[in-house]
Structures are given as structure tokens and as C-alpha cells.
């Protein structure tokens, strides 16, 4: 059954950002989407590169030859070894998505006063009931 983790202070991922953290014994890169939190397996499905060290980009698609269209800013991560992205929201490859995706984990914002409550493991991290936690099921 999956457990929520505490896996980190919500001032620590700001808009925009990304972070590494180990839970349970398992790397997981944390996605700020302008407030929203996501996780991801820090591991790409191609190689194994870690994601969470990837450059966040938008998706740019295409209708016919010189016409583009850009959207979805910084919501996909390239991959930092070959350049595969990956929807930073649900993990689906964009180059083969039928078939690659790196698994994605339920992550969510938690304020301190709900944390301290539980049920949650929180292993070493302080929790004051002031701030916002991210936490991750797993
Ligand atoms: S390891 Fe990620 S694209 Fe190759």
C-alpha cells in the first residue's frame, strides 16, 4: 500500500524549479508547474539518465512545413543524455508515447498543520505547521 512522504518544504521547490529527493530507498525528481507539484521516476526509460537534472521546455508542434505553434511552457523535461521529452505531468513520452513513459507518482501540496496530523512519514524532516510541504505517494 502506497505511503505519503513528506519529502519536502515547499520554499525548497519554487515555481519553475525542480529537485531530487529519495524516498524509500528510490530516486524521484519533483516538477513545480507555476504552483502545481509532480513526480517522476529520476530515471529516464531510454538510458536511465536522471530527469530531474533535465532542461524543462515547452511543447512546439507543427501543422505543416514553417508553421509552428509553442505552448505548454517549461511543463515538458528534455532529457539531459539524448534529448527525449516528457510530459513533466503525467511522465508520456513525446517522441514515442504509445509505448515510453517514466512512471509518474501522485505528489501533492500539504500545509504543516495537516502534515502533523498524519497519517504521513516524514522520516527527518522538521515540520513546522506555518509552511507547505510537498509530498509524494509511494
Ligand atoms: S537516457 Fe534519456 S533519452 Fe537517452
Redesign the pocket.
Known amino acids: 500500500m502506497a505511503q505519503r512522504h513528506v519529502v519536502l518544504p515547499l520554499a525548497e521547490l519554487p515555481a519553475g524549479e525542480s529537485r531530487i529527493v529519495t524516498v524509500r530507498g528510490r530516486e524521484i525528481a519533483l516538477f513545480n508547474l507555476a504552483g502545481e507539484v509532480f513526480a517522476l521516476i529520476n530515471r529516464?526509460p531510454?538510458?536511465?539518465?536522471p530527469l530531474g537534472l533535465g532542461l524543462r521546455v515547452g511543447l512546439s508542434e507543427s501543422e505543416k512545413p514553417g508553421c509552428y505553434t509553442h505552448s505548454r511552457p517549461g511543463e515538458l523535461v528534455r532529457?539531459p543524455?539524448?534529448?527525449?521529452e516528457f510530459d513533466i505531468r503525467t511522465g508520456q513520452s513525446w517522441c514515442e508515447p504509445a509505448k515510453l513513459k517514466a512512471k509518474s507518482f501522485t505528489a501533492s501540496i500539504e500545509p504543516g498543520a495537516t502534515v502533523v496530523k498524519g497519517p504521513y512519514v516524514a522520516e527527518s524532516l522538521p515540520v513546522s505547521i506555518e509552511a507547505h510541504y510537498v509530498v509524494v505517494e509511494l
Open positions: 529516464c531510454h538510458e536511465g539518465a532529457c543524455w539524448h534529448g527525449w
